[in-house]
Structure formats: structure tokens, C-alpha cells
């Protein structure tokens, strides 16, 4: 997925990022027919079969939201995702020929589900899509009515998360580092690229640790209805997240265990 028109150097760097994760997830998965060849269409979902994937193979895609023209897809981009009925109309329409190379949906998911990494590369996939359209969005209203939510570059010291406070959001950090603390004890680092901040939106319980950048960094943020709403159309994708935060807490547990021993030991 590309943005239209001018847009900031991070979003780049995740278009980057992003285009390179559809042939990874579809690795070892044999497609499931020929390259459907597809002439100029004004909209493309209204041909597509429904229980098949694609993987854009050639051509170039403008995807549009109430008429208005707010990305494209390219080449090695997933098509065919978006089937809720419930989410806003994405109309994609094309100018010159497709090719598209098709995959069964069910095959895809059984594939993704799996292997844990790539449960974990469909997580990013599906976070960074929808923050790219929340920044595109977002640069289309006027500054005064802006969202706080989507791309943000912080400082050194920026406190992303703040222990005890209510869970609005969860956070992808793109580019940087940052530190979780525990009542001011540090008790890990924050992965770059994974989904943090969840399990406080899940449960509605107040934050547990305080999260703070220890360098310059960009963060995705993602509010809390938007990242719900993800997590109930796919139900899979939750499953995959509970399991990833299953392991960052036998973790952090180690963490905590070691650091009250060192203290009573002390």
C-alpha cells in the first residue's frame, strides 16, 4: 500500500516494511489456480470471488473511500481482505490491466495461524495498514481537527505509557526503543515492531507498568474501539495476540522474580 500525495518520511519507512510481508506470509502455500488477468474495472471486489485471496501480482490498484482516492495498492500487496460488511466501502479501481495470483481464504489463514511468526508478521501487516489509512485520513481534515491517533514522533524520555492510567490505546513502536517500568524498577525493553499495551485494552483494567522511549522513536498509536473492532472481526488475530502477550509475561514474570530477589538479597 502507497499513500497518496505527499506524506512523511516514517510512512515510508513502513510502506517499506509493509510491501515485503505478503510474500513471506504466503511462503510454501501453493496458489490455487491460474493468474486471473483482469482488464481496467472500476470495482474490482465486486468480481472477486469471495473465498479466495489474492496476491497483486501486476498492476496498480487506487483504492477509494466515499469517492475519495486515499492509496494505492502494487505489486505484492494481499487483495481481498477486507469482507465486513459493517466497515466503510473501499471501492478498488484500476485504469489498466491486473494480474492477480489467487489463493483460498481458508488455506491462507490455516497457513498464517500455523507458525507463530508468521501470526506475528500478519499482526504488523494488519497494524500498519489500518494506521497508514488513519494517517491518510488524517491529513485530509484540518489541523485544529486532527486526530492524536496514528503516526507520532517522540522524544527521548516520552512517556507512551503511564502506570495506573486508563488503557485508551495500544502502540507499535516503528523506529527506536523504549523501557517498561514497574513502580520505577525497569522490567524489560519493548520490542520494536510488536503490538504493546493490549492486554490493559482487553481486560479494561488500568495500566500495570509505565512505558518511556529511552531514544528519539516513532510510534504507531491505535486507538482502543479501532483495535477492538480488528480484534472481533478476526477472532484469529486475537488469538495470536493473547499468545504472543502470554509469552511477554512468562517474561516480564522472570524479570520481576530476579529483580525482588536481588533486592532481598541486598
Same mark, same amino acid.
Given at each position: 500500500? #502507497? ?64 469517492? +475519495? ?23 478498488? +479501481? ?8 489467487? #489463493? ?8 498464517? #495461524? ?19 489509512? @488513519? ?11 486532527? @486526530? ?68 528519539? @522513536? ?21 488469538? @495470536? ?26
Amino acid at each position: 500500500m #502507497y499513500l497518496l500525495g505527499e506524506q512523511p518520511a516514517y510512512a515510508d519507512a513502513l510502506i517499506n516494511r509493509l510491501q515485503n510481508i505478503p510474500a513471506r506470509l504466503l511462503e510454501g502455500l501453493s496458489p490455487c489456480g491460474l493468474a486471473l488477468e483482469v482488464p481496467a474495472v472500476d470495482d474490482l471486489a465486486a468480481i472477486l470471488p469471495g473465498d479466495q485471496l489474492f496476491l497483486l501480482d501486476s498492476g496498480l490498484l487506487h483504492g477509494c473511500i466515499d469517492e +475519495r482516492a486515499l492509496f494505492y495498492l502494487h505489486e505484492g500487496d494481499l487483495v481481498g481482505l477486507r469482507q465486513d460488511a459493517e466497515l466503510p466501502h473501499c471501492r478498488l +479501481r484500476s485504469d489498466g490491466p491486473l494480474s492477480l495470483m489467487p #489463493y483460498l481464504r481458508t488455506e491462507v489463514f490455516q497457513h498464517i #495461524y500455523a507458525d507463530p511468526e508468521r501470526s506475528e508478521l500478519f499482526l504488523q501487516y494488519l497494524g500498519g495498514q489500518a494506521s497508514l489509512l @488513519s494517517d491518510a485520513v488524517a491529513r485530509l481534515k484540518q489541523p485544529e481537527f486532527r @486526530s492524536t491517533h496514528g503516526f507520532q514522533r517522540v522524544a527521548r524520555g516520552e512517556v507512551l505509557i503511564q502506570q495506573g492510567d486508563e488503557a485508551d490505546h495500544v502502540f507499535v513502536i516503528i523506529e527506536g526503543h523504549a523501557e517498561a517500568f514497574v513502580d520505577g524498577h525497569k522490567v524489560g525493553d519493548v520490542p520494536k515492531d510488536e503490538i504493546f499495551g493490549a492486554m490493559a485494552v482487553f481486560t479494561g483494567e488500568r495500566r500495570n507498568a509505565s512505558v518511556i522511549t529511552s531514544e528519539p @522513536s516513532t510510534v504507531i498509536l491505535i486507538p482502543k474501539d479501532q483495535f477492538l473492532s480488528l480484534t472481533q472481526s478476526n477472532p484469529k488475530v486475537a488469538h @495470536s495476540l493473547i499468545e504472543s502477550m502470554a509469552r511477554r509475561i512468562g517474561l516480564l514474570n522472570k524479570q520481576i522474580t530476579h529483580l525482588s530477589a536481588a533486592k532481598i538479597s541486598g
